[in-house]
């Protein structure tokens, strides 16, 4: 431990958390679940007049094209927001990718829609702890680098999706492409209530297996039919039977099927894997092939697989050890006690990392319950998170790197 310089004093004192919870309020008021195209259109518009603080230009990048696979098996193209885009001194020869999200779980019709305050002075509400208060201690600590001396030793990117809570499919090349060249990376998930970040994570994988089979009498000429349902519980067996210490696997759904009386022609089996490591990815790849290939020969039906690992494994190199170091050390010079712990989450962090960048992917408000209706944000730590931030972003920006 070792105290602050009269820059790094100054660099905290310019953050106001005050200013922060009213932004968050606002925010919070904001309905972006993933699918509501309008609320993003409305969020990214606020978050694009609340970073304009910053120097740099400011850009709203248009999804990249993707499909979903329905329930009745048909592939569909999907719309999804557009994502914030801020570049500031490109050309600085250290630079810093910082990454965040402004959608959430909540769709507009859901009942969980407004903020309230608990007993304990936490703040409940849809998205403030993931990740609206992250969002502004991110902008909070940016604000309060660029007011510091040692601004124009570096330059960084911002990239906020309007996808991430459904896979970032449409925008995980502009996180890829912007992740270049980078020393160093933080996103702005929340950290666990007491305050401690996530380390490791494992990978995650989703696929949309559709079964094509034949219809027939299930009384009069069952023979004839080939029954999709059958085929693809078999399938969902077969995959379950493959998980290990290093790869969950979870047939989540069956869809398809209907009257009693006839063979189903038609099913589609939706099936998650978590990887620990590239190795299992493999594994997992080569047991849906050749799951497919029996199943399809067994039963007499047809096969179409749809989906990807979009989430590679996060570890922990050296590059990130650095980092996380770096982060503890700026943390017991505020008197902050920081920690890490392995997680089997997925986030953006995660393809931040497979671009080799190290990155520290929980740099957000202390909350929890996220996800559910009790999602709440810890007040003081927004002013204690960007604190952090700010202190360890000044640090990389002095020493030229990690």
């Known amino acids: ?16 958390q005050t200013a922060m919870l009213a932004q968050v309020e606002r925010w919070v008021a904001v309905n972006s679940g993933t699918r509501n195209l309008s609320g993003l259109a409305t969020m990214a518009g606020l978050l694009a007049d609340a970073f304009a603080v910053l120097p740099g230009e400011i850009a709203l990048i248009n999804p990249v094209p993707v499909e979903q696979v329905g329930a009745d098996g048909v592939v569909r193209a999907i719309d999804h927001g557009r994502h914030l885009l801020l570049r500031v001194r490109p050309d600085a020869p250290v630079r810093m990718l910082f990454t965040g999200h402004m959608d959430t779980v909540y769709p507009v019709d859901h009942p969980f829609q407004h903020a309230t305050w608990r007993d304990d002075g936490a703040l409940n509400g849809p998205g403030a702890a993931d990740m609206k208060g992250g969002l502004s201690v991110m902008l909070a600590a940016l604000s309060a680098v660029e007011a510091g001396p040692d601004a124009t030793r570096f330059g960084y990117d911002v990239v906020l999706n309007s996808d991430e809570e459904t896979g970032s499919f449409a925008s995980a090349a502009l996180i890829e492409r912007h992740a270049a060249g ?9 950290a666990l209530p007491d305050g401690t970040l996530a380390g490791a994570r494992g990978g995650t994988g989703n696929f949309s297996i559709v079964v094509t089979g034949r219809s027939a009498h299930a009384g009069r000429n069952p023979e ?127 393809n931040i990392a497979a671009c080799g960048v190290p990155v520290i992917d929980t740099m957000g408000v202390r909350g929890g319950a996220i996800h559910s209706d009790q999602e709440y944000m810890i007040v003081d730590s927004l002013a204690e998170r960007a604190s952090l931030s700010a202190l360890a972003i000044a640090r990389i920006a002095q020493r030229g790197g990690l």
């Open 224 to 350: 004839e039919g080939r029954n999709a349902i059958v085929a693809a519980a078999d399938i969902a067996v077969r995959l379950a039977a493959v998980r290990g210490p290093r790869l969950a696997v979870n047939p989540a759904k069956i869809e398809g099927g209907g009257p009693n009386n006839v063979v189903p022609d038609h099913a589609v089996l939706r099936v998650n894997f978590r990887p620990h490591g590239a190795d299992e990815i493999e594994r997992a790849r080569a047991h849906i092939d050749a799951a497919v290939a029996m199943v399809a020969a067994q039963h007499d039906v047809r096969i179409a697989v749809h989906g990807s690992f979009n989430r590679p494994p996060k570890p922990i190199d050296a590059g990130a050890a650095r980092l996380f170091e770096l982060v503890r050390a700026s943390g017991a010079d505020l008197g902050l006690t920081i920690g890490w712990r392995d997680t089997g989450g997925v986030c953006d962090g995660n």
């Open 182 to 190: 980078k020393v160093a990376a933080f996103t702005y998930e929340p």
């Open 1 to 16: 431990m070792q105290p602050l310089t009269p820059a790094e004093h100054a660099l905290i004192a310019h953050i106001d």
